[in-house]
């Protein structure tokens, strides 16, 4: 199965926690990377990668000596990124994003540099979310950056309480159109 079809399926499956029907725009995927400083950012981390659309455009810019931790919780997302992602700089994890600090510690690393998110925080229960914006902060370093994206302002309040610095853009090229919020601690 093509990974947008993959997309629509799992959309109707688990509406919830795939959140979209359709893979992000490259334009959205442009806006949501034009603020890490690749150079400088040795450890990088995906959440909710879905079919890979930012995953993609990370590691053509990730240092060669980087590393990108991916969690993705869907069993066929999942196994469509181990089909498409044999990059030794890749760990696929299939777990929870809320697990973040267990994976950096297992893969002997201290702190992550940018930490990427498209997880669908608006749908998620309050708590969960909280837990992974918690956790996203708790790994991040002083200068690191959160970057997420919403198709609402419904996680603003949460975001905003988390995160010292907040800013907050729209791409209107993407189905549905999204804010980008770009934190930092
Ligand atoms: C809106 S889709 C975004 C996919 C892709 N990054 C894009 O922009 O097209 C959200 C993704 O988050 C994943 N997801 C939802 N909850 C998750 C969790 N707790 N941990 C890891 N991934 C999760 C879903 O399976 C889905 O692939």
Redesign the pocket.
């Known amino acids: 199965m093509s990974s947008k079809r993959s997309?629509i399926k799992?959309f109707w499956k688990?509406k919830?926690?795939?959140?979209?029907m359709?893979?992000?725009s490259r334009f959205?995927?442009k806006k949501?990377l034009e603020s890490i400083d690749f150079q400088h950012s040795k450890v990088i981390v995906?959440?909710?990668?879905?079919?890979?659309?930012?995953?993609r455009k990370i590691l053509e810019q990730l240092r060669p000596d980087g590393v990108l931790l991916v969690?993705?919780?869907?069993d066929e997302?999942m196994a469509l990124l181990k089909k498409e992602f044999h990059d030794p700089r890749v760990h696929l994890?299939h777990?929870?994003?809320?697990k973040i600090g267990d994976y950096l510690h297992k893969f002997g690393l201290k702190q992550a540099d940018a930490v990427i998110s498209?997880?669908?925080l608006a749908n998620?229960p309050q708590e969960?979310k909280e837990r992974?914006l918690k956790e996203s902060h708790k790994v991040m370093h002083e200068k690191a950056l959160y970057v997420q994206?919403q198709?609402s302002l419904n996680a603003k309040s949460h975001i905003k309480s988390t995160f010292k610095k907040v800013s907050i853009s729209f791409t209107p090229a993407n189905f549905p159109p999204a804010f980008v919020y770009t934190c930092r601690k």
Do not use: C, Q, R
């Open positions: 997309f799992n688990e919830k926690m795939v959140g979209s359709a893979p992000s959205l995927a949501m995906e959440l909710g990668p879905g079919n890979g659309v930012f995953t969690f993705e919780l869907n997302f994890i777990d929870s994003a809320e498209s997880l669908p998620f969960l992974i994206f198709y």
